[in-house]
């Protein structure tokens, strides 16, 4: 017993966070926020189409970007670390590694990149997902990609499916379902939590007002460890019937898992809802099981569906990264949340969840 604890604390003491620069320690990453696009989406590819030309936009996009990082990075406190950025844009849907990385040398801003393959209700699932989904093997097949991004590098979308990887590592897997369970969402679920089982790696999940417990079950039951599983979109509808669903949200907390409230002030996940919802978990006594974000994007495609994409088809929404550590904050402070329990929700859980 005492030589496997011995195993277990060296392990843990050589976890790192997998940065698109490069690892780092988890105590250098600070106030992080897990769940944010930055600094693109582009859905053509889900629809069979060209994504839209980055190069003649690209400069424009990193330094926009930029100033949207270092706002959040001066809201923070000397002792709150650098910051970091979860940028949870998984394969093929506007993840261009080596911007990313272009864009974390221009700022102290730490950024985490995703594997993984998403979905949702607004749209269908990346055709090379769909594809692995019903090949023979398959499961297996889209397993190892996510851990080759992982572990090696992301693939290069500039290129055919799989032609090209970078040696640009993702640190966290992103997975997500639509209004309810497709079968080929189920086995990018299942092809997550081998890669995660492989590697010790993160998943953190897309959900559409409800399914957060069904994710969990089956994560969990595919051999990803519940420490290294994180249900997103939590703070409205989560249980499909109640605008705050308390009880549901601990549900997904007993099984070990984290539930993380990432839309901040969108339409129906207000900050004071939010907060409500947050500070009735603390006072449960799961704060080391909480995360936060706002889930926004500077620039996208409204097009995506159309054949021909141009420059200016690019619309730029110019988002504020800084709700949760002024607005939100703030909120719960009113709530009687303590500063020691903000901090272990905006720094000690995401040290302790990126860490592999």
């Known amino acids: 017993v005492l030589a496997r604890s011995v195993v277990a604390l060296e392990q843990h003491s050589n976890s790192m966070v997998h940065t698109v620069l490069g690892p780092v320690s988890p105590d250098m990453i600070g106030v992080t926020l897990m769940h944010e696009h930055a ?4 859905w053509s590819e889900l629809y069979g189409t060209k994504p839209a030309p980055v190069a003649p936009v690209r400069e424009e996009m990193i330094a926009a970007t930029v100033k949207l990082l270092d706002a959040f990075q001066a809201t923070l406190d ?33 950024v985490i990149a995703s594997t993984g393959f998403w979905c949702e209700a607004l749209a269908p699932q990346h055709p090379w ?10 499961t297996q097949q889209m397993a190892d990609l996510f851990i080759r991004e992982i572990t090696e590098g992301m693939e290069d979308p500039t290129c055919k499916w799989g032609e090209r990887f970078t040696n640009i590592k993702a640190g966290i897997i992103k997975i997500g379902t639509s209004t309810y369970l497709r079968p080929s969402e189920r086995v990018c679920h299942v092809a997550a939590a081998i890669a995660s089982k492989e590697t010790g790696c993160p998943i953190t999940t897309h959900t559409t007002e409800g399914g957060g417990l069904e994710q969990a079950e089956l994560l969990l039951k595919h051999g990803a460890s519940p420490d290294k599983v994180i249900i997103g ?9 109640n605008d705050e669903a308390n009880a549901y ?12 409230f990432d839309r901040v002030d969108h339409g129906k996940y207000g900050i004071d809802k939010q907060a409500r919802q947050i500070a009735r978990l603390i006072t449960k006594g799961f704060v080391k099981q909480i995360l936060l974000s706002h889930d926004r ?24 990264y800084t709700t949760v ?25 995401p040290r302790r969840v990126l860490a592999f």
């Open 39 to 42: 600094p693109i989406v582009d």
């Open 297 to 320: 994007v500077p620039y996208f495609v409204s097009n995506f569906s159309t054949q021909e994409k141009r420059a200016e088809d690019w619309k730029s929404v110019d988002p504020d």
């Open 249 to 260: 949200h601990q549900f997904i907390i007993k099984r070990g898992c984290y539930v993380q």
């Open 233 to 241: 979109h939590q703070g409205h509808q989560d249980d499909r019937q």
């Open 78 to 110: 000397p002792w709150d670390g650098q910051g970091a950025i979860v940028e949870t844009t998984p394969i093929r849907v506007g993840r261009y590694p080596q911007l990313l990385a272009d864009l974390a040398k221009q700022t102290k801003v730490h």
């Open 129 to 138: 997902a769909v594809r692995l989904s019903v090949t023979e093997g398959g």
């Open 325 to 349: 550590t002024t607005k939100l904050v703030d909120a719960l402070k009113k709530l009687e949340v303590t500063k020691s329990q903000i901090r272990t929700m905006l720094i000690e859980n």
